[in-house]
């Protein structure tokens, strides 16, 4: 049995032409489905196109209003309703979140996005930082972050609770 994992979103083709570790992981990855030869080809076929679409939506740089984000939204739902429909001899094989390429660094990292069933279990809570980031460039991929605060506690709530100082002061 595998560890649980998140589910990559690495199928759009405008992520392929700058991250050649994503280009290697779907051509493997189509590679390997169609290998072991358990659905046809021609569903396979359509199953890439679907995805890519979907990885399209997640890789999407114009975002013009909150109506960009629907896409994306119901592909992660609907993942979610998938992991409630696995059999229990299979809960290794349920997804704890999704991973997709970052927009913002123009590719060249990623985001990890998890659901929030049971968050507890799946990350062990370190340090928080409170950060201001200015300047973006969209076209570069670069970005300024100033670190204001540094975590002092949680409270019985859960909250962050800030230190007091500017971090680094």
Same mark, same amino acid.
């Given at each position: 049995?595998?560890?649980?994992?998140?589910?990559?979103?690495?199928?759009?083709?405008?992520?392929?032409?700058?991250?050649?570790?994503?280009?290697? +992981? $779907?051509?493997? %990855?189509?590679?390997?489905?169609?290998?072991?030869?358990?659905? @046809? =080809?021609?569903?396979?076929?359509?199953?890439?196109?679907?995805?890519? /679409?979907?990885?399209?939506?997640? &890789?999407? @740089?114009?975002?013009?209003?909150?109506?960009?984000? $629907?896409? &994306?939204?119901? +592909?992660?739902?609907? #993942?979610?309703?998938?992991?409630?429909?696995?059999?229990?001899?299979? *809960? @290794? *094989?349920?997804?704890?979140?999704?991973?997709?390429? &970052?927009?913002? #660094?123009?590719?060249?990292?990623?985001?990890?996005?998890?659901?929030?069933?049971? #968050? +507890? %279990?799946?990350? $062990?809570?370190?340090?928080?930082? *409170?950060?201001? @980031?200015? =300047?973006?460039?969209?076209?570069?991929?670069?970005?300024?972050? /100033?670190?204001? =605060?540094?975590? *002092?506690?949680?409270?019985?709530?859960?909250?962050?609770?800030? %230190?007091? %100082?500017? +971090?680094? =002061?």
């Amino acid at each position: 049995m595998r560890a649980r994992s998140n589910a990559p979103l690495y199928y759009s083709e405008n992520v392929i032409k700058v991250r050649k570790d994503i280009e290697a +992981y $779907k051509t493997g %990855n189509k590679k390997q489905q169609r290998e072991w030869n358990k659905v @046809s =080809h021609a569903t396979l076929d359509v199953s890439d196109l679907i995805l890519e /679409f979907f990885c399209d939506e997640f &890789s999407k @740089s114009n975002i013009e209003s909150e109506n960009d984000y $629907k896409f &994306s939204v119901s +592909y992660t739902r609907r #993942l979610q309703q998938a992991n409630k429909a696995i059999a229990p001899q299979f *809960e @290794s *094989e349920k997804f704890n979140g999704i991973v997709y390429p &970052s927009v913002a #660094l123009k590719f060249a990292g990623d985001n990890v996005a998890l659901f929030d069933e049971n #968050l +507890y %279990n799946k990350i $062990k809570f370190k340090t928080a930082y *409170e950060v201001v @980031s200015t =300047h973006f460039d969209f076209n570069v991929g670069t970005l300024n972050s /100033f670190f204001l =605060h540094e975590i *002092e506690s949680l409270d019985a709530d859960g909250n962050l609770v800030w %230190n007091k %100082n500017i +971090y680094g =002061h």
